[in-house]
């Protein structure tokens, strides 16, 4: 079971509204891959293994990227109501 999975099932505040920390980090990883690709590193402990680790994804930079949009139309489509 990778991260990503495990954090569907863990809620967090985000401003004034409820998200899981899937989907947020799922948000961000795309910021990130995207500045990666552009030649630009998110921050300095940023590596794009840790993405794939936490993703369960593989490929090349643009593929992960694909994989990433991918699982958030997914998350989209597919949302659940959270329960407090």
Same mark, same amino acid.
């Given at each position: 079971?990778? $991260?990503?999975?495990?954090?569907?099932?863990?809620?967090?505040?985000?401003?004034?509204?409820?998200?899981? %920390?899937?989907?947020?980090?799922?948000? *961000?990883?795309? %910021?990130? *891959?995207?500045?990666?690709?552009?030649?630009?590193?998110?921050? %300095?402990?940023? %590596?794009?293994?840790? *993405?794939?680790?936490?993703? $369960?994804?593989?490929?090349?930079?643009?593929? *992960?990227?694909?994989?990433?949009?991918?699982?958030?139309?997914?998350?989209?489509?597919?949302?659940?109501?959270?329960?407090?």
């Amino acid at each position: 079971m990778t $991260g990503y999975e495990q954090d569907q099932k863990v809620a967090i505040k985000i401003n004034d509204g409820i998200a899981t %920390r899937a989907w947020y980090n799922l948000v *961000v990883s795309i %910021r990130d *891959v995207k500045l990666w690709k552009a030649g630009m590193k998110p921050h %300095r402990h940023w %590596r794009i293994t840790d *993405v794939k680790n936490y993703f $369960g994804v593989k490929g090349n930079t643009q593929k *992960v990227l694909d994989q990433l949009v991918t699982l958030k139309e997914e998350y989209e489509t597919g949302k659940t109501n959270l329960t407090n």
